[in-house]
Nanobody, 127 residues
Framework: QLQLVESGGGLVQPGGSLRLSCAASGDPLEYYGVGWFRQAPGKEREGVSAINNNRDTIYYADSVKGRFTISRDNAKKMVYLQMNSLKPEDTGVYYC????????????????????WGKGTLVTVSS
């Protein structure tokens, strides 16, 4: 079992930055691949980024590549998402997720494969 709690969301102007954090409790974090989904109002949930335990497989959605950076600290049981050059279309609720270690492989980061979800943190990008 794993519990996930996100923090770090808020209101930011276009071009700004935010760092999301996810605190995990329960099982050792190294058991899981972890990542972030987001959902904008009226849109389907989108897989944003994922990272495996060894940090040698990382996935980014094309929409965030070059702007977002995912990282994890297993000892602290934390997952992070550094978001730079934010755009209004990045607005949404961001969810921290955990699942099988292979979910970071491109094409495998799907919501139905994730075992654990946080409650989400709202990111609003607006001037």
């Amino acid at each position: 079992q794993l519990q996930l709690v996100e923090s770090g969301g808020g209101l930011v102007q276009p071009g700004g930055s935010l760092r999301l954090s996810c605190a995990a409790s329960g099982d050792p974090l190294e058991y899981y691949g972890v990542g972030w989904f987001r959902q904008a109002p009226g849109k389907e949930r989108e897989g944003v980024s994922a990272i495996n335990n060894n940090r040698d497989t990382i996935y980014y959605a094309d929409s965030v590549k070059g702007r977002f950076t995912i990282s994890r600290d297993n000892a602290k049981k934390m997952v992070y998402l550094q978001m730079n050059s934010l755009k209004p279309e990045d607005t949404g609720v961001y969810y921290c997720v955990a699942g099988p270690d292979w979910v970071a492989v491109r094409g495998m980061f799907k919501s139905e494969l994730m075992n654990y979800w946080g409650k989400g943190t709202l990111v609003t990008v607006s001037s």
